[in-house]
């Protein structure tokens, strides 16, 4: 499946210095993200990247990514507009061979690696889960709170502490 922001940037392009590249996606292009993230609209996506090489010849991309989005509201559906401005930093490394073993360990370095096949790195797709990664998980418009008492969900505040004995208790009253 090709990506819905694919920007492929050649390994045979990044020499020794550093190689600066802005890239933008188009309205159809967003309008895909939108679907794939399930977002009511995407009006802006911008990133901007310095590539280079490391010492052990891995692409290391470093930058900042813009987005304009607008969520739905996890209570009542309605938009939740939300900017996004984000520093990044992925190392992008070959995909292991099918004879490496399926488990893989990474440690907190590893967290923003992406793996590439071919002589190509995807700096839109990068650009794409940059963004999914930076939205709220958990977006709430004004009328939310009235949503949530509606379908009955308590506050945090509201609700009593549990103890291991609490629901024996609760049982003997009722005997």
């Known amino acids: 499946m090709t990506p819905e922001f694919s920007r492929p940037h050649r390994l045979d392009q990044i020499g ?7 890239i933008e996606a188009s309205d159809t292009e967003r ?6 993230f399930d977002l009511q609209a ?3 996506l911008v990133a901007d990247y310095a590539l280079r090489r490391d010492a052990a010849g891995v ?9 304009a989005v607008i969520q739905s509201c996890i209570a009542s559906g309605e938009p939740v507009p939300a900017a996004i401005a984000e520093r990044f930093s992925i190392r992008f490394l ?8 399926d488990e893989v360990e990474l440690d907190s370095d590893d967290c923003d690696t992406v793996f590439y096949t071919g002589g190509a790195v995807d700096l839109g797709d990068a650009a794409a889960e940059t963004l999914a990664l930076a939205l709220d998980p958990f977006p709430r418009s004004p009328a939310a709170e ?4 509606e379908a009955g969900v308590l506050r945090e505040e509201e609700l009593r502490p549990v103890t291991g004995l609490s629901g024996l208790a609760d049982l003997l009253k009722k005997g």
């Open 59 to 67: 692409i290391v991309a470093t930058g900042t990514l813009e987005g």
């Open 42 to 44: 995407i009006y802006r």
């Open 146 to 149: 009235i949503a949530l008492r």
């Open 31 to 36: 309008a895909a993200l939108a679907r794939r």
């Open 16 to 22: 020794a210095g550093e190689n600066r590249i802005h």
């Open 94 to 101: 070959p995909a292991p061979h099918a004879d490496t073993p």
